[in-house]
C-alpha cells in the first residue's frame, strides 16, 4: 500500500530531541494514523512509541499522520501497535541483508579453522607472503610464521593483476606447495581464489578461500563458495559501499555458507598518496551491521610497508577481530607486493606492539 502524504508547510518532522537512525534502514517502523485523528490520540500513539523504548518522529501532514518510531524493532513490536484505534497500519523497514544481519543473529559469529577462532575474543594475525612464489620461499616463509606464533599464513597461487603482463601466479602448482608447506609446519593456510572452476581443488588444498577486493561482486563465484565446507574471507570491492559489502556476504551465506569473515582493506578515494584509503569507520559500522567477524588489510590499503604497522595497530584499536598481513621472507625479491611486504623482523615488532592495544580493548593476542 502507498501513502500519499499531503504535508502542510514544509512538511518538516516535529522536532523531538536525540533522533538518529542508520542510513542502511531497518531499526525502524513506520506507524501510519488513519486521516483526520485528533491531536490527543496523536499524542496517545507518541507515548506508546516512547513506552515501548522507541524515538518517536512524528510527520504531520495536511491529510493524516505517520509516525516514525526509531529503535530495535523485533518480529513482534508491529503488532503491539496496530491494536490502537487510531492506527490505520504499521511498516516496518527491514535491510537488505537478512542472513549477515545482526537483526537475523544477534551473537556474534565464530568461524573456526582448525584450533582458530575468529570472532570470539582472540585477535587473529593471518600473514604471509602475497603469493606462492617457490617451495624454498614458501616453507621458509612458514617457518617465519610458526617462529612468530602465527596459525595461519596467506599466499596466493591465483593472482588478480591489473596488468596481464605481470605475474599471474603459479595456480593449481602454487596450491600444491602451500599445502607443502602446511603438511611440513602444521600452519594453516589461506589462499585467493578468483575462478568458480577452482573453487573445489582450492578449498582441498587450503584451509581459509580468500574472495579479494576485484571480485567482491562476482556473483557466481560468491554462490560457488557458498557451496563449500570452507571459511571465506570476503574483501571488500575498492569501491564498494557498507551495503554492498554485506549483501556480497549474504549472497556466500544464502548459498549455504554462514562462515564468512568480512575484510576492509582500503578504498578508493581522491587521495594519491597512498594506494587506497583504509576505511576503519568500516569496522565500527559493519560491527553494528552483523554479526560475522571483521579483520582489517592494511597491506593493501598503504601500499607502503612503513605505514603499515600503526594502521595494524590502529585496526585492532577500533574493534577488528584480527589483521591480514603481507610478510615476505626476502621482500625486496617477492614477486608481488614486495614494497607493501614486512621483513620478517617487522612482524616481531608489530606482534608486540599490538599486544598492549589488543589487551585494551579486551581482546587476547
Ligand atoms: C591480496 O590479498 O593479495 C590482494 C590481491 O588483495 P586485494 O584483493 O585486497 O587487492
Ligand atoms: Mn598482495
Known amino acids: 500500500?502507498?501513502?500519499?502524504?499531503?504535508?502542510?508547510?514544509?512538511?518538516?518532522?516535529?522536532?523531538?530531541?536525540?533522533?538518529?537512525?542508520?542510513?542502511?534502514?531497518?531499526?525502524?517502523?513506520?506507524?501510519?494514523?488513519?486521516?483526520?485523528?485528533?491531536?490527543?490520540e496523536i499524542e496517545h500513539v507518541i507515548e506508546e512509541v516512547k513506552n515501548k523504548g522507541f524515538k518517536p518522529v512524528p510527520f504531520e501532514g495536511d491529510e493524516r499522520t505517520v509516525i516514525h518510531a526509531l529503535g530495535a524493532v523485533r518480529d513482534d513490536s508491529p503488532?503491539?501497535?496496530?491494536?490502537?484505534?487510531?492506527?490505520?497500519?504499521?511498516?516496518?523497514?527491514?535491510?537488505?541483508?537478512?542472513?549477515?544481519?545482526?537483526?537475523?543473529?544477534?551473537?556474534?559469529?565464530?568461524?573456526?579453522?582448525?584450533?582458530?577462532?575468529?570472532?570470539n575474543n582472540d585477535f587473529v594475525v593471518i600473514a604471509g607472503p602475497d603469493?606462492?612464489?617457490?617451495?624454498?620461499?614458501i616453507i621458509e616463509s612458514a617457518k617465519i610464521m610458526k617462529k612468530n606464533g602465527i596459525k595461519i599464513m596467506r599466499g596466493s597461487a591465483f593472482k588478480p593483476r591489473t596488468s596481464p603482463y605481470d605475474f599471474q601466479g603459479f595456480g593449481i602448482e602454487g596450491l600444491k606447495l602451500l599445502k607443502k608447506a602446511r603438511d611440513k609446519t602444521g600452519i594453516l593456510v589461506e589462499t585467493e581464489v578468483m575462478d568458480v572452476?577452482?573453487?573445489?581443488?582450492?578449498?582441498?588444498?587450503?584451509?581459509?578461500?580468500?574472495?579479494?577486493?576485484?571480485?567482491?561482486?562476482?556473483?557466481?563465484?560468491?554462490?560457488?563458495?557458498?557451496?563449500?565446507?570452507?571459511?571465506?574471507?570476503?574483501?571488500?570491492?575498492?569501491?564498494?559501499?557498507?551495503?554492498?559489502?554485506?549483501?556480497a556476504a549474504e549472497y556466500i551465506m544464502a548459498s549455504g555458507n554462514k562462515n564468512v569473515i568480512l575484510c576492509e582493506r582500503g578504498i578508493r578515494t581522491f587521495e594519491t598518496a597512498y594506494r587506497n584509503t583504509l576505511d576503519l569507520e568500516a569496522v565500527v559500522v559493519l560491527r553494528e551491521e552483523t554479526h560475522l567477524p571483521i579483520i582489517v588489510d592494511p597491506s593493501h590499503a598503504t601500499g607502503n610497508r612503513e605505514w603499515v604497522i600503526p594502521l595494524c595497530k590502529a585496526a585492532a584499536a577500533a574493534g577488528a577481530d584480527g589483521i591480514l598481513v603481507e610478510v615476505h621472507p626476502d621482500p625486496e625479491k617477492a614477486l608481488c607486493d614486495g614494497a607493501q611486504s614486512l621483513y620478517p623482523e617487522q612482524l616481531t615488532r608489530l606482534l608486540k606492539e599490538l599486544k598492549p592495544i589488543c589487551a585494551a580493548v579486551g581482546k587476547k593476542l
Open 197 to 247: 572452476r577452482d573453487v573445489p581443488i582450492a578449498a582441498q588444498y587450503a584451509d581459509i578461500l580468500r574472495v579479494g577486493a576485484r571480485n567482491m561482486q562476482n556473483f557466481d563465484l560468491l554462490k560457488e563458495l557458498g557451496k563449500v565446507d570452507c571459511p571465506v574471507i570476503l574483501k571488500r570491492g575498492m569501491s564498494a559501499t557498507i551495503k554492498e559489502f554485506i549483501m
Open 1 to 40: 500500500m502507498i501513502y500519499k502524504i499531503k504535508f502542510g508547510g514544509t512538511g518538516k518532522p516535529k522536532k523531538v530531541s536525540g533522533t538518529s537512525s542508520s542510513k542502511l534502514g531497518g531499526k525502524k517502523m513506520i506507524i501510519v494514523l488513519k486521516p483526520n485523528t485528533k491531536k490527543e
Open 131 to 137: 603469493s606462492v612464489e617457490t617451495e624454498k620461499q
Open 79 to 119: 503488532d503491539s501497535f496496530r491494536s490502537i484505534r487510531c492506527v490505520e497500519d504499521v511498516v516496518r523497514i527491514l535491510k537488505p541483508y537478512k542472513l549477515a544481519s545482526k537483526e537475523h543473529h544477534s551473537q556474534k559469529t565464530i568461524v573456526r579453522v582448525g584450533d582458530v577462532a575468529i570472532g
